[in-house]
């Protein structure tokens, strides 16, 4: 692994818009899901946050773009929280880094 190399990113981030005109920030939400959708990255969405990986460089830019999208409806601010993995210990297919995570534990649970 070098440092030029775009390391494999298993990441969860909960986009938060401040300021909007409404309590619910649904619409907000649903835009991110169209920009996810656009990127080609796999994910997740749930109820408090999305699971994203790819590229690190690509997942980085989705939620730019998630947030730009939310700029660009009225939404004056937007916060988000970020958590990102990586691994180098072995390889992750691609689209596999949360699913996998969640296969060994429901493995260990049976």
């Known amino acids: 692994m070098t440092e030029t190399q775009d390391l494999y990113a298993v ?16 619409i907000y939400i649903a835009e991110c ?14 109820g408090y946050g999305t699971n994203l990986e790819g590229p690190w460089s690509q997942v980085s830019k989705a939620i730019h773009d ?4 939310v700029h660009a409806m009225g939404g004056p601010r937007v916060a ?3 958590r990102i ?3 180098i210990d ?14 060994r534990v429901q493995d260990i649970l049976k």
Do not use: Y
């Open 11 to 26: 990441a969860d981030f909960c986009l938060i818009p401040i300021g909007t005109a409404e309590p619910s920030v649904a």
């Open 33 to 46: 899901h169209r920009v996810l959708e656009r990127s080609g990255l796999p994910f997740k969405m749930h």
């Open 66 to 69: 998630c947030h730009a999208a």
């Open 80 to 82: 988000t929280d970020i």
């Open 85 to 87: 993995g990586t691994r």
């Open 90 to 103: 072995r390889e992750i297919a691609h689209g596999q880094g949360n699913e996998g995570k969640v296969k």
